[in-house]
């Protein structure tokens, strides 16, 4: 449990918009 | 609202219909009232698209998605700022590259051209945006006047009128500069806001650590990503199950980005280099907001559950008190303000785009390209906001009952119908070469026919499906174009390469 939360909960509220960033900002140094 | 309160509110007010007056000098054409002069700079443009999407669901309706589910609702969180991203990035780089030598005004445009159709796609089109967009702007009036009515504790219908005629007032005075500054100001004051109130609140609660233990002890559930793949949900709240949350995701992040009142924002930006950075700036600023507006919803049930708030029993949904309900328990009433102007920022965002949208259907698309293709510039922009202020009217008149229960549904049947009538010609028109004229046709009307039949049969209960109704609308759309468009006659080198057609994104030679 990581902030009252299940472990997986916890990733996936953290990795899915941080991937999401990364590919735009690639997006941008990619133009 | 005490005096203090109500005054700063009534400022706010008339620094929106001041910055229409201020805006209304730089009209001069048409082009002008309808795009902003292709003129906006970055910060603007980006946070036209994010405000316009940005509408009363995503403070009142967010926090009260979150306040009855969960965490399965965070995906709503990733997916609607994703679609500010994806309609700059995947609609806007190409169509605005296209416009910048073809002087497209509306998204009609650019299928007239690309369809070679200046009469039957372009109508097709135009009238389904018009009526989605009615069909929307009920909602968000009805959004304006919950918040207005709360907070003065006046009736419902002067909330409706008084909500109507300022927006009205800014949207006539200053078309889409006027939406664009505006945005500008409402898109910070609700950054700022939400940035204020959200961790207060959260912190009042008990932290987030508390909050999502209350939540566990409710449901379990709860703190999932999402609610076990059970058809019917074995509750009414949990619905979100990863079934759903696939047609949620092609809902929120496809549908809203072709909406009219979003899409056609990308071709009021001064500059092509702006679609390098704004996809990621759009999806980062949206993002942190609605996290902040979800976890307030989390924040306000565990408030709930502790007895240290109470949601209003006279209105027919209290979870969408919860944000104002929660900052106004822990903020002392001097603060009311604020929270008022950030609600009502980010209805008014998308209402104002609403209802320019409309006028610029009507007056271009309709009247210019139909009825009188010698329309003097003059003719256009007085007619586009004569069109505002009728669409304002039969609007009123459709939101002036308490909103009935088929109204939410006709709300999430209109995001529906965008993602069933307009993702695919537009995804297909900008991709893939072979699109036709007749496929897109077939996909607009195939689509429009399943959604209504599907969503009605739904809503009636003779069917039950596992997913939104407009994803299967969606995919007959999908559907329909392949099969028409290889069935038809390709069309023209000329065209495709005028509109770039092409699986490219950016054109780097250009």
């Known amino acids: ?31 | 609202m005490d005096t203090f309160g109500t005054i700063i509110v009534v400022l706010y007010f008339i620094g929106l219909v001041g910055i229409g007056a201020l805006a209304s000098r730089k009209i001069k054409n048409s082009t002008d009232f309808l795009v902003a002069g292709r003129n906006l700079g970055f910060w603007t443009f980006t946070l036209l698209v994010v405000s316009s999407i940005c509408s009363g669901m995503t403070i009142l309706g967010v926090a009260g998605l979150g306040y009855a589910t969960g965490w399965p609702s965070i995906w709503e969180q990733i997916f609607v700022p994703l679609c500010a991203a994806v309609c700059i990035l995947f609609f806007g780089t190409k169509m605005h590259a296209v416009a910048a030598k073809t002087g497209y005004v509306t998204v009609q445009d650019y299928f007239a051209h690309r369809f070679y159709s200046p009469r039957g796609i372009r109508a097709t089109s135009a009238v389904i945006g018009i009526l989605i967009s009615i069909i929307y702007l009920v909602g968000q009036y009805i959004s304006i006047s919950m918040v207005l009515s709360w907070l003065f504790d006046i009736p419902y219908q002067w909330a409706l009128v008084i909500g109507a005629v300022i927006v009205m007032a800014y949207t006539i005075l200053g078309g889409l500069y006027a939406i664009g500054m505006a945005s500008l100001v409402q898109g910070i004051m609700i950054l700022a806001g939400v940035l204020l109130v959200g961790p207060v609140v959260i912190a009042a609660a008990g932290g987030l650590e508390h909050i999502n233990t209350v939540l566990a002890t409710i449901d379990v559930n709860m703190t999932h990503l999402w609610y076990p793949q059970v058809h019917p949900p074995y509750a009414k709240y949990a619905f979100l199950t990863p079934e759903y949350l696939v047609s949620f995701f092609f809902l929120l992040t496809f549908g809203l980005a072709a909406a009219p009142h979003v899409v056609n924002n990308v071709l009021a930006a001064k500059d092509n280099k702006y679609f390098k950075w704004s996809p990621l700036a759009a999806f980062v600023i949206y993002a942190l907001i609605m996290y902040l507006c979800k976890i307030t919803g989390f924040a306000a049930r565990s408030m709930v559950s502790e007895n240290m708030i109470t949601l209003p029993t006279n209105v027919t949904n209290p979870s969408d008190y919860s944000f104002i309900v929660a900052a106004e328990h822990v903020f002392p009433d001097v603060f009311a303000p604020i929270v008022a102007i950030i609600v009502l920022s980010a209805v008014m965002s998308t209402t104002d785009r609403l209802m320019l949208t409309i006028g610029s259907y009507v007056s271009w698309d309709v009247y210019k390209q139909f009825l009188n293709k010698d329309a003097s510039e003059a003719s256009v922009t007085m007619l586009s906001r004569v069109a505002i202020g009728v669409s304002t009217v039969i609007t009123l008149y459709l939101a002036w009952s308490n909103p009935p229960e088929l109204l939410a549904w006709l709300i999430w049947m209109g995001i529906g119908v965008m993602l069933a009538c307009f993702v695919t010609p537009l995804f297909a028109g900008l991709y893939w070469r072979r699109a036709t004229r007749e496929g897109a046709i077939a996909s607009m009307i195939v689509g429009l026919v399943g959604i209504s039949i599907i969503s009605y049969a739904q809503y009636i209960k003779v069917i039950a499906l596992p997913m939104h109704p407009s994803m299967y609308g969606f995919i007959l759309s999908v559907a329909a174009m392949i099969i028409v468009s290889l069935m038809t006659k390709k069309p023209s080198e000329k065209v495709l390469n005028e509109t770039k057609t092409g699986m490219f994104i950016r054109d780097k030679k250009a």
């Open chain 1, 1 to 31: 449990m990581i902030v009252g939360l299940p472990t997986d909960t916890f990733v996936g509220i953290i990795v899915v918009p941080v991937a999401i960033s990364l590919l735009l900002l690639l997006w941008a140094l990619r133009w």
